[in-house]
């Protein structure tokens, strides 16, 4: 079944380099360049949108085209106005703990916000004895965040600052919220702690009755499945209506799976990457009775961030596909889809250095991906504007 892995990726490593030049990590506001994919099927221009920013890790377009950006580490909240390039800073979001890999992690729009109004923000928090990952719903009014609601708190407290997880979405009125193992391997497998987890409440924070651990002794009710390391990319799937997550391995063994309730997914148990310092993780096998396969894994670690399923019109060689970031390979990840497997794997932007943390797609189609080095980036069609 994964004979061809090495193969794949091997091929997928050189996509688009034979066509690409050096790009700048500081690179100005209307900076851009052509660039066509590994097939020359698709050509497209990729711009800087905007500049100056501090890791921005979560994009959400508001109905008028706006576009909410969280800055990770530092903990802001802006809007950037892409019809100007003006960037607004939101007053009123709460102190975040911005250490390691903590911070303002992702914003999420309400589908329905024309009507109700809602965002919604994961972020990380000191505490007494530690650190957690909470989620909050808030309005934005004149720039300035009011009606905070706070909807979830992970437990348990953990006194360190590494792999928080974590992404939003919500889908047929159900919140799903991914939380990291936050570097003790054995709680993804405990049903008491929602670490190495995804959780599903509804919108306003209460646990669905229909949840698969509701009433199971010695289990958080909130849990959807387990047995994840630090899942942070979370998408439905607009063909099917399945939810897929990618999570990162240690070293290798990054994963993409299909997200069924009550599932385990076997981290710490099984995987297909190592230890940093190069032991096997566990008794370093790959299948357990009881555990989830991934749908697909990378090796070596892409170290993947951000997931969408592209929908729109601007390309139409592309529709179906998963667009991912890429932090420790430093591209766009791109897969394509069959039948609830992945078939063929390309990376675009291979030659930028630019640590991809999120990718989404805009209301006009493009693809608009957040860097590390502070800027957001705008993916179209040659010849659009």
Not at 50 to 76: K, M, N, Q, Y
Not at 82 to 96: C, D, K, R, W
Not at 350 to 364: A, C, I, K, L
């Amino acid at each position: 079944m994964r004979w061809w892995f090495g193969i794949v990726c091997a091929a997928a490593s050189l996509g688009g380099a034979a066509h690409a030049r050096s790009l700048g990590a500081q690179d100005s506001v209307g900076t851009s360049w052509e660039r066509e994919s590994e097939n020359g099927n698709v050509k497209y221009r990729i711009e800087v949108v905007a500049s100056g920013l501090h890791v921005p890790s979560g994009l959400s377009f508001l109905p008028d085209g706006r576009l909410l950006i969280t800055e990770r580490p530092i903990g802001r909240l802006s809007v950037l106005d892409l019809s100007t390039g003006a960037i607004t800073p939101i007053e009123g979001v709460p102190p975040v703990h911005g250490l390691v890999d903590g911070g303002l992690m992702d914003v999420l729009v309400h589908p329905n916000y024309a009507k109700n109004g809602w965002i919604y923000l994961s972020y990380a928090i000191e505490v007494p004895g530690g650190k957690t990952t909470v989620v909050d719903r808030a309005r934005i009014e004149r720039a300035h965040l009011v009606e905070r609601q706070r909807l979830f708190t992970a437990r348990p407290v953990i006194d360190n600052s590494n792999e928080f997880g974590s992404r939003l979405l919500l889908d047929r009125g159900f919140l799903y919220v991914t939380l990291g193992q936050r570097e003790t391997p054995p709680t993804a497998q405990d049903l008491g702690s929602d670490l190495g987890k995804i959780i599903r409440l509804t919108e306003d924070g209460k646990v669905p009755r229909s949840n698969p651990f509701v009433g199971r002794k010695g289990a958080l009710p909130e849990i959807w499945s387990y047995g994840h390391r630090n899942p942070q990319g979370l998408v439905r799937n607009p063909t099917t209506g399945e939810i897929w997550e990618h999570e990162h391995g240690p070293k290798g063994g990054d994963e993409v799976n299909i997200v069924h309730p009550g599932r385990n997914y076997g981290w710490p148990v099984i995987g297909y990457g190592r230890n940093y310092d190069g032991t096997p993780v566990g008794e370093g096998i790959t299948h357990h009775a009881g555990m989830e396969q991934p749908i697909y894994y990378y090796l070596p670690s892409i170290a993947p961030s951000g997931m969408i399923f592209y929908t729109g019109e601007a390309f139409p060689a592309w529709r179906g596909n998963i667009f991912i970031g890429a932090l420790a390979l430093r591209h766009l990840n791109r897969l394509v889809v069959e039948g609830g497997r992945v078939i063929h794997e390309e990376r675009l932007l291979t030659d930028s250095n630019w640590r991809v943390r999120v990718v989404q797609q805009g209301p006009d189609g493009a693809l608009y991906i957040g860097v590390d080095s502070g800027m957001i980036l705008r993916l179209h069609p040659s010849g659009s504007r």
